[in-house]
């Protein structure tokens, strides 16, 4: 019988799909499920950019640029120098989805066997595409006691070695919502430049930061031009995430040239989602304004529900729209897998992701769980209820 590859063994499966059989047997059961385990929000798409699919007029469905279309990277300096990142259209590269601008950027800037550092826990996907990519991720531990801060200067140069070649960020952060503050990207800038690292910038979130807080990218930052690789996407953003058009942004000229050799190999990026993508830069402020002030409620909802339970503990993010939540069980793993297969409410139970999977190091967040508040008030409130019904029925519960 032939054998798999060492890769693909090494593959780790997604801590957030992986629960889905359960899920689906649960259903089978009759039982109602509310999902907190997926970013799939419920926010409707723009109505621009929805009908721009509508409307979509041509005979031949062609390839299209291996760099993406002109008058969607045209379209995105638009956006994008709202922002006063300053950039050409020439500096962006299309992707399919911000998961290929991930990849393209490991493999165009860090060798095998090469490290990347990424403050933990992170996007539990980092681990999947670091692995195809024959890299290494070095985590650095960030602590739920205070929301999940950047680490200090001094603990990311306890782990550079001459085998660092860059630090990963995502801000605000998936799964942890921390927003990055201006003094945290300041000192991340000063790193990069003392060590001569690339410097990723994962802003899927970038729209959604509350309480009036500050988003700062590091293209706002002097002196990172060659240093910094933003990784965008529209999924987030426009509640589009089947769409799976996303983009690199570099000004270093060297490094964008060996991405789209990269891209060139894998042809091109879909026409109709770039069509898309290029009518929803028109999104007006007000779609922005309104899903900012439902996710506002949605997280003050689910955080106030969360910290009155006995036991549990949950920071305020202040963007993205998840939390990790600590919890009085002995095994987050067992306890998500016990509420679908053994527990339910009413006939209703909740799906979340164990926050192992956001970790890299071993043994580190086994009683913390990832929420993503992508429902409704309503339907948050009733996964409360049930979750407060399973902590105290869960036979693991640490609580005496």
């Not at 060996?258 to 929803?280: N, W």
């Not at 939540?325 to 527990?343: G, R, V, Y």
């Not at 009683?367 to 508040?373: D, E, G, I, M, T």
Request: hydrophobic share 40%; net charge negative; charged share 20%.
């Amino acid at each position: 019988m032939p054998t798999i590859s060492n890769k693909g063994t090494a593959m780790p499966a997604s801590p957030i799909r992986k629960l889905t059989p359960f899920a689906d047997a649960a259903k089978k059961e009759g039982k109602k499920i509310y999902h907190l385990n997926i970013g799939q929000p419920d926010i409707e798409t723009p109505e621009v950019m929805l009908n721009a699919l509508k409307n979509i007029d041509f005979k031949v469905w062609a390839y299209t640029p291996s760099e993406g279309t002109a008058s969607y990277r045209n379209k995105l300096v638009e956006y994008y120098n709202k922002l006063n990142y300053q950039i050409e259209a020439s500096d962006i590269l299309v992707t399919n989805g911000g998961s290929e601008a991930i990849t393209i950027a490991m493999q165009a800037c860090i060798n095998p066997g090469e490290e990347v550092i990424i403050p933990e826990p992170f996007y539990a996907n980092y681990n999947g595409f670091a692995c195809s990519s024959d890299i290494v991720i070095k985590p650095i531990m960030s602590y739920i006691e205070n929301g999940f801060a950047l680490p200090s200067i001094a603990e990311f140069e306890k782990v550079i070695t001459e085998k660092t070649k860059a630090i990963a960020i995502c801000n605000p952060n998936n799964p942890t919502g921390y927003l990055y503050s201006r003094e945290e990207m300041e000192a991340l800038r000063v790193l990069c430049l003392k060590y001569d690292l690339y410097l990723f910038s994962d802003e899927a979130y970038r729209e959604f930061c509350y309480d009036g807080r500050e988003f700062i990218s590091p293209m706002h930052l002097e002196g990172l031009e060659e240093h910094v690789v933003v990784l965008d996407t529209v999924s987030k953003r426009y509640s589009a995430c089947g769409a799976r058009i996303g983009c690199i942004i570099t000004k270093n000229k060297e490094l964008y040239q060996t991405a789209l050799k990269f891209a060139q190999a894998r042809l091109s990026p879909s026409l109709e989602g770039q069509i898309a993508g290029e009518a929803a830069v028109d999104t007006p402020d007000s779609y922005f304004e309104a899903v900012s002030k439902e996710y506002t409620a949605r997280r003050d909802t689910l955080v106030q529900g969360l910290n009155s339970m006995e036991g549990v503990f949950c920071p305020v993010p202040g963007g993205a729209f998840y939390v990790v939540a600590q919890l009085p069980i002995d095994n987050a793993d067992k306890f998500c897998q016990w509420m679908l297969e053994e527990f339910d409410y009413q006939q209703e139970t909740v799906m979340m992701a164990p926050a192992t999977g956001f970790y890299s190091s071993p043994q580190v967040g086994t009683n913390q769980v990832r929420l993503a508040y992508v429902l409704n008030q309503e339907d948050l409130k009733k996964a409360l209820i049930c979750l407060e019904k399973a902590l105290i029925a869960y036979p693991g519960r640490t609580l005496a």
